[in-house]
């Protein structure tokens, strides 16, 4: 069964809200939806907000197949930035492992409110 989720677009962002029992493949198949849409090439800021989720499982591999994903991405949009919300243990170990990952090339960060990640971004409310 899919995750619930709701994505907002605005002009350069997308925010992803995910709900309940997450799994790191629901991700990934989001994201590669998101990066298959024609104006993913505009997209300046991305926002992966873990508030909502009851709990968030990945294993390695899924990390790395996440990261191989999104260098691939990379060479179409090399501007996209990350922010990953949420207070979960495993949603701060997943922003960590993927950054340690060598195919990792967007900037992402981790942090525990919206707020911060929207400033961060420089995206207004």
Not at 9 to 36: K, N, P
Not at 44 to 69: G, K, Y
Not at 73 to 79: D, G, H, I, K, V
Request: charged share 25%; glycine share 6%.
């Amino acid at each position: 069964a899919a995750m619930p989720h709701r994505i907002t677009r605005s002009e350069t962002l997308t925010h992803t809200e995910y709900f309940g029992d997450v799994h790191i493949d629901e991700l990934i198949t989001r994201v590669r939806i998101g990066q298959a849409r024609s104006d993913f090439t505009g997209r300046r800021q991305s926002i992966h907000d873990f508030t909502a989720a009851q709990s968030f499982h990945a294993d390695p591999l899924a990390v790395i197949e996440l990261a191989a994903t999104d260098s691939g991405a990379y060479f179409t949009n090399r501007l996209l930035r990350i922010a990953v919300v949420g207070t979960l243990p495993s949603v701060a170990a997943l922003v960590r492992d993927y950054a340690a990952v060598p195919l990792t090339k967007f900037e992402v960060r981790h942090f525990a409110g919206l707020d911060e990640a929207r400033r961060w971004l420089g995206v207004a409310d």
